[in-house]
């Protein structure tokens, strides 16, 4: 599985960006694609996943209601709908997949995370 992440940029606080995570190879069975974020000398942390088959999705708490994971099947494409922005949501956001998406919803944790896309910066003006 190969994913590109696109869609970051430089945003004022209250904007919007879309970010897109282009998926090619296999999407098989049990794939679940999510978004995480590593802000400047921070760990990486969980954002949003979603099953590629059957569509259930978990946001993090911090950005339940704000941001919004979804996918386009055709495309191919895993997309994060990012609202009302705040400077604290500039990070460098990574799409991963995962091949422990068979349950009934998509893992969060990072080390259930085997492939990675090359992340886009996100920077968000106060």
């Known amino acids: 599985v190969q994913l590109q992440a696109s869609g970051g940029g430089l945003v004022q606080a209250g904007g919007s960006l879309r970010l897109s995570c282009a998926v090619s190879?296999?999407?098989?069975?049990?794939?679940?694609v999510g978004w995480f974020r590593q802000a400047p000398g921070k760990e990486r942390e969980f954002v949003a996943a979603?099953?590629?088959?059957?569509?259930?999705?978990v946001t993090a708490n911090s950005v339940k209601g704000q941001f919004t994971i979804s996918r386009d099947g055709a495309k191919k494409t895993v997309y994060l709908q990012m609202n009302s922005l705040k400077p604290e949501d500039t990070a460098v956001y990574y799409c991963?997949?995962?091949?422990?998406?068979?349950?009934?919803?998509?893992?969060?944790?990072?080390?259930?995370?085997?492939?990675w896309g090359q992340g886009t910066l996100v920077t968000v003006s106060s």
């Open positions: 190879g296999d999407t098989f069975s049990d794939l679940a």
């Open positions: 991963a997949a995962s091949v422990y998406g068979g349950g009934s919803y998509p893992p969060s944790a990072l080390r259930m995370y085997d492939y």
């Open positions: 979603m099953r590629w088959f059957g569509g259930s999705a």
